[in-house]
């Protein structure tokens, strides 16, 4: 079991608030997809990518599942058809157990089923690093933690029956780690990266 109260789990900074107050800004009105989790769902351009049906971003940049948990009313306001959530590397970062991103996985898992349950929820795998090109130290040497953490919500995912997606089929390369064509820095990925995301997602008939 983990030690409580010795990690840095602040959320608030000024980038979160900045897009809180964008998000609250917004219309709440009834979405088809939202995409909900850190920069790199934010970064990605869901709605062109996807057109065709209404697509809310809530990614914020940095943040973790602390911060998620903290801004669901903004995401359960928009009622989607379905959900596609993608937290943790950040956690990861700071050094979180497992068990204590497992946890909080378990607590927007169950608050998003309490308040939307009409809304297929996908739970999404955290993606491969490539630590050849990383430019973050802190996130180094992360490897088999990522995986113990897959590992987990897709066993959560499970037990509350959701869709486990895992994303791994598309970024991880024979080694595991994140492509090299999909990536500058070692954890975001790139236009192309994008493409084929919704393209895997499109097989699998999530979209």
Do not use: C
């Not at 999404?124 to 490539?130: A, E, G, I, R, T």
């Not at 791994?168 to 500058?184: C, M």
Request: glycine residues 8%; charged residues 25%; without cysteine.
């Amino acid at each position: 079991m983990y030690a409580q109260g010795t990690y840095d789990t602040s959320y608030h900074n000024w980038y979160y608030a900045q897009r809180m107050e964008l998000y609250n800004s917004i219309p709440a009105e009834p979405h088809d997809i939202v995409f909900l989790g850190n920069s790199i769902t934010e970064r990605g351009d869901w709605q062109e990518l996807i057109p065709g049906v209404k697509i809310a971003n809530r990614g914020i940049g940095g943040d973790i599942t602390f911060g998620v948990l903290a801004r669901l009313d903004n995401v359960i306001a928009l009622k989607p058809d379905k959900l596609f959530l993608l937290i943790g590397i950040n956690d990861i970062g700071r050094f979180f157990p497992v068990e204590l991103i497992v946890d909080n996985y378990r607590k927007i898992v169950e608050r998003l089923r309490m308040d939307l349950p009409k809304t297929r929820i996908y739970v999404q795998s955290v993606l491969p690093l490539n630590e050849s090109v990383l430019q973050y130290d802190y996130l180094k040497g992360h490897k088999e933690r990522i995986l113990q953490l897959n590992t987990e919500i897709g066993r959560l995912a499970r037990e509350h029956n959701l869709v486990y997606v895992d994303l791994h089929e598309v970024f991880a390369d024979g080694n595991g780690d994140l492509k090299t064509q999909y990536t500058s820095d070692g954890i975001h990925v790139n236009p192309a990266a994008y493409i084929d995301w919704v393209a895997f997602l499109k097989k699998k008939k999530y979209l």
